[in-house]
């Protein structure tokens, strides 16, 4: 078993190692496999990619990001510059469905609202306005619209799960309601609870995943028991 110290000192090291991410004011705390992140970033991105390179380590178990975005001198903006520009990446990135989203900016915080039919659809709504210069902050509001039954969600999600090289699908179990999602199981990483919830996410008409996966660093897969 990985003990909080290894964790927090693989999560330092990582985030001073990704050439993605200024580090150097981040404070990194561990308990019982829960990261918290404090401090501040200079920019919004900078916040998604230290929670992103978090997730990537063994042993995480969660990722509480409090840090705070502090713009670097000069790179303040006026709401309605980031929302004229947030408009026109909605535009460029989702040429047809992004007449059906709403953005809205205050205090440099953007908020999506509407209605779209995929899950990839908001997923990329978001990734579109996360890099606007300025933006503090990004709430994702889009409502995805049900399209298919139950069954149809629960066979596409199991598909989709042993398809994947990253998720052992045997150790995971789906249960559709409607449009929402219900995984449960265990797998060895986030990155592999991650993994297994994007896929469910990519079933259309799915409007909500509830990820009930647990983490169990000791856990074998069916490979390794095939073969012992």
Same mark, same amino acid.
């Given at each position: ?123 990329? *709504? =978001?990734? #579109?306005?996360?890099?606007?210069? %300025? /933006?503090?902050? !990004?709430? @994702?509001? &889009?409502?995805?619209? +049900? $399209? ?47 993994? *297994? =919830?994007? #896929?469910?996410?990519?079933?259309? %008409? /799915?409007?909500? !995943?509830? @990820?009930? &996966?647990?983490?169990? +660093? $000791? ?10």
């Amino acid at each position: 078993m990985r003990t909080d110290s290894d964790i927090q000192r693989d999560v330092q090291d990582e985030l001073e190692w990704d050439p993605d991410i200024d580090s150097k004011n981040i404070s990194v705390k561990v308990s019982d496999g829960v990261v918290t992140l404090t401090g501040f970033v200079p920019s919004y991105t900078d916040k998604y990619a230290a929670e992103r390179i978090v997730k990537r380590i063994v042993g995480v178990k969660a990722v509480a990001n409090d840090l705070e975005v502090k713009l670097a001198t000069g790179s303040d903006r006026p709401d309605p510059d980031i929302a004229h520009e947030a408009v026109e990446r909605l535009q460029r990135d989702l040429p047809y469905s992004s007449k059906n989203i709403k953005a809205t900016v205050r205090n440099g915080w953007i908020t999506l609202e509407g209605d779209v039919d995929w899950d990839f659809q908001r997923r990329s *709504a =978001e990734a #579109a306005v996360r890099n606007v210069k %300025g /933006v503090k902050g !990004v709430t @994702n509001l &889009i409502h995805v619209k +049900p $399209t298919v039954n139950a069954t149809d969600v629960k066979t596409k999600i199991e598909q989709a799960l042993k398809r994947s090289a990253e998720v052992d699908a045997s150790q995971i179990t789906v249960v559709a309601d409607g449009s929402k999602v219900i995984l449960r199981g265990r797998v060895r990483s986030w990155a592999e609870k991650d993994e *297994a =919830e994007k #896929a469910a996410w990519r079933a259309p %008409g /799915v409007s909500e !995943v509830v @990820n009930e &996966i647990q983490i169990d +660093p $000791t856990l074998q897969t069916t490979r390794e028991l095939e073969d012992a």
